[in-house]
T-cell receptor, first 117, second 111 residues
Framework: NAGVTQTPKFRILKIGQSMTLQCTQD?????MYWYRQDPGMGLKLIYY???????DKGEVPNGYNVSRSTTEDFPLRLELAAPSQTSVYFC????????????????FGPGTRLTVL | AQTVTQSQPEMSVQEAETVTLSCTYD???????LFWYKQPPSRQMILVIR??????QNATENRFSVNFQKAAKSFSLKISDSQLGDTAMYFC????????FGEGTQLTVNP
């Protein structure tokens, strides 16, 4: 059971380039999330998904897109990279335990450090 | 809107001693949860403890316990018998419609 895996671990992009951050979980969790963590700050929610085919915006969605075609995968797409997107990106997943979206423990991946120059 | 404030950017404690990390929050939700997450140098986010707002009893997990004051919107974390492995960034988080994190407290446990 690998949990939540993210690739790549590190990436440097030039301004205007595009890339996809991959996230996969093998825990059969319905809910998945993408966060960004800027230096010295807490995590901010970019997008989340409550199941295959369903996605919704979080607190800071601008400049990003997501898709959820399977339960396991939740890729995050950056279309036109900007220096403001330099950050560490975390993917997380949770299983609905009846406490609702808000109460479930979220399991995090190891993060992707992205630098845009 | 939900906000979470951690007023202590850095703290240190001697091994085996007790330390308390502070957190205050604001929310308009009636039902919500509060969390403390730990982020060691490996960057992995690990759940330390969770509190359901409608439960008055403070949550405990081994050496970790919370002091939850709902009226004051305060949610502090107490770590007893601190260990070197407790050195990490600690994030307080509030979950109503979505999880909102504070800015973190860097805790260093000194030998």
């Amino acid at each position: 059971n690998a949990g939540v895996t993210q690739t790549p671990k590190f990436r440097i992009l030039k301004i205007g380039q595009s890339m996809t951050l991959q996230c996969t979980q093998d825990m059969n969790h319905n809910y998945m999330y993408w966060y960004r963590q800027d230096p010295g700050m807490g995590l901010k929610l970019i997008y989340y998904s409550v199941g295959a085919g369903i996605t919704d915006k979080g607190e800071v969605p601008n400049g990003y897109n997501v898709s959820r075609s399977t339960t396991e995968d939740f890729p995050l797409r950056l279309e036109l990279a900007a220096p403001s997107q330099t950050s560490v990106y975390f993917c997380a997943s949770s299983y609905p335990t009846g406490t609702g979206l808000s109460g479930d423990e979220q399991f995090f991946g190891p993060g992707t450090r992205l630098t845009v120059l | 809107a939900q906000t979470v404030t951690q007023s202590q950017p850095e703290m240190s404690v001697q091994e085996a001693e007790t330390v308390t990390l502070s957190c205050t929050y604001d929310t308009s939700e009636n039902n919500y949860y509060l969390f403390w997450y730990k982020q060691p140098p490996s960057r992995q986010m690990i759940l330390v403890i969770r509190q359901e707002a409608y439960k008055q009893q403070n949550a405990t997990e081994n050496r970790f316990s919370v002091n939850f004051q709902k009226a004051a919107k305060s949610f502090s974390l107490k770590i007893s018998d601190s260990q070197l492995g407790d050195t990490a960034m600690y994030f307080c988080a509030n979950s109503g419609s979505r999880l909102t994190f504070g800015e973190g407290t860097q805790l260093t446990v000194n030998p």
